[in-house]
T-cell receptor, first 112, second 112 residues
């Protein structure tokens, strides 16, 4: 069964450093989502792509976060510079029809 | 935007009993309501969903009900088992941009 892949699974970085996360959606899924999940809370949407286009990035802190999906397949989320408050799980999800979405295993980020 | 509230935040039941988790949403245009199960350290997994043109859906021991007038939907788990222990999230999808908004989660513990 196809799954969403993410890497790295864990990342520890010092504040002010740059970090990047990668997501490979299920093949053929046009919609891709990046979420941030703080411990004890539900996922919060950061950015949504339809193919290579950004559909919604209203909750993305654009002064430090950026996301791209250049060829409409895999995607990268970057934080520069990282802050202590960025420590969280970063989840990627994909969807064929913007209905059922499937999550990747996530990247656990710790900023020290 | 949409606002999803979820209750209770924690729930303990004896094995074999039923568990009910409730969510409310604010945007009457939302049209799709999935439920996810997230075990510790793992990705959220879709367990059941319901669309706005349906009032109830059942899949073995799991059922979801939707009241569009009151803007609330509920997850029902019958004959609970220890392996049902996890965090459960509800979500609502807006009809306009297809964004998903999640509840804050319910930590379910099934006591053997």
């Amino acid at each position: 069964e196809a799954e969403v892949a993410q890497s790295p699974r864990y990342k520890i970085t010092e504040k002010s450093q740059a970090v990047a996360f990668w997501c490979d959606p299920i093949s053929g899924h046009a919609t891709l989502y990046w979420y941030r999940q703080i411990l004890g809370q539900g996922p919060e949407l950061l950015v949504q792509f339809q193919d290579e286009s950004v559909v919604d990035d209203s909750q993305l802190p654009k002064d430090r976060f950026s996301a791209e999906r250049l060829k409409g397949v895999d995607s990268t989320l970057k934080i520069q510079p990282a802050e202590l408050g960025d420590s969280a799980m970063y989840l990627c999800a994909s969807s064929l029809d913007a209905v059922e979405q499937y999550f990747g295993p996530g990247t656990r980020l710790t900023v020290t | 935007g949409e606002n999803v509230e979820q209750h209770p935040s924690t729930l303990s039941v004896q094995e074999g009993d039923s568990a009910v988790i409730k969510c409310t949403y604010s945007d009457s245009a939302s049209n799709y309501f999935p439920w996810y199960k997230q075990e510790l350290g793992k990705r959220p997994q879709l367990i059941i969903d319901i669309r706005s043109n349906v009032g109830e859906k059942k899949d073995q021991r799991i059922a979801v009900t939707l009241n569009k007038t009151a803007k609330h939907f509920s997850l029902h788990i019958t004959e609970t088992q220890p392996e049902d222990s996890a965090v459960y999230f509800c979500a609502a999808r807006e009809n306009t941009g297809n964004q998903f908004y999640f509840g804050t989660g319910t930590s379910l513990t099934v006591i053997p």
